[in-house]
C-alpha cells in the first residue's frame, strides 16, 4: 500500500495523517471544509515542529512529510487512488453508515476500507458496504504521533488477507498492532470505560475527591493520569457514547453510564474540548485545577 485516504481531519484524523505521510506513504485528507483542513495542516505541522525540536525526526523529515499530503473537500477526489482509507468521522453509527456506504461506492476495487471507531461494531458497518469481507477496524490511541498501539478489529466478514495487510501496514509505520475480534468496545474501551464509569460513580456517591481518586490511581495502580483526568481527555461526550455502546451491546447493567456522567454531558461539560470537566482548562495554564462544582467547600 503507498496510498492512503483519511477521512476526518480532527485530533485523530489529522494524528493518523500524520503518522501514515511522516513514513513515506502518500496521504489524502478529506474533511467537507477547507478551514477544517487548514486548521488540521497547522496542527500537523506544529506536531512536526515538536519532534524536531526533541531530536525524533530531522528538519528534513518534516518537509518530507508536509509534502506528502494533499487535502480534499470531496470524497470522491480524494479517495480515488487510495489502497486504504481510514475513517476517523464523529463517533456517531449513523454518521459512520453513511460514510462508509459513500466510500464503497467511490473506492477503487479491492481498496480496504478501515475504521477508527472506538466501540461501534466493524460488522455492522461492513454491512453497508457492497466489500464487508475489506472492511476492518483501525483503533489509533490518542495522541496518533505519540501512542503505539493500534488495535485491528475484524468485524464479522473481514478476510485473512485484509487483516494481514493492515497489520503489516501497522507495524511499517512503527505501531504495535493487535488483532481482536469485534464485540462491543473491543479491548481497549471494554475494559477502560467501566474503569472510568467506577471512578465517576465514586465521586458521585462521594467516597472520594476528584484529587483523591486520580491520586489512588495514579500513586497505587501506576497510571500517568488519573481515570477522572483521563476523561476529561478523551471527552466526556465520548465516555458516555462508548458506555451506552456497551450496555446497549451486552444488555449488562454493569456498563450503565454514571447518572453524573449524563448529567455532565447534557449541561455541556465535555472536559478539555469544552474548557471544564472534573478539571477546568484555561488557554495557556497547564496547572490543573479541580472544577468549581467539584471544589471542597
Known sequence: MTHIAVIGSGTMGNGIAHVFAQYGLQVSLVDISDAALTKALATIEKN???????????????????????????????????????????????????????????????????????????????????????????????????????EVICGYSTDAETTAAVMALAQKIDKIPVEVNDYPGFIANRILMPMINEAICALYEGVAGVTEIDTVMKLGMAHPMGPLQLADFIGLDVCLSILQVLHDGFGNPKYAPCPLLVNMVQAGHKGVKSGSGFYRYEPGNKTLQVADRFRKK
Open 48 to 150: 512536526l515542529s515538536r519532534q524536531v525540536e526533541k531530536g525524533f525526526i530531522t528538519p528534513e523529515s518534516k518537509q518530507q512529510a508536509l509534502a506528502q499530503i494533499s487535502t480534499f473537500t470531496s470524497v470522491p477526489a480524494g479517495v480515488a487512488n487510495a489502497d486504504l482509507i481510514v475513517e476517523a468521522a464523529t463517533e456517531n453509527i449513523e454518521l459512520k453508515l453513511k460514510v462508509f456506504k459513500d466510500l464503497d461506492a467511490a473506492a477503487k476495487p479491492g481498496a480496504i476500507l478501515a475504521s477508527n471507531t472506538s466501540s461501534i461494531s466493524i460488522t455492522k458497518i461492513a454491512a453497508a458496504t457492497q466489500r464487508p469481507e475489506k472492511v476492518i477496524g483501525m483503533h489509533f490511541m490518542n495522541p496518533v504521533p505519540v501512542m503505539k498501539l493500534v
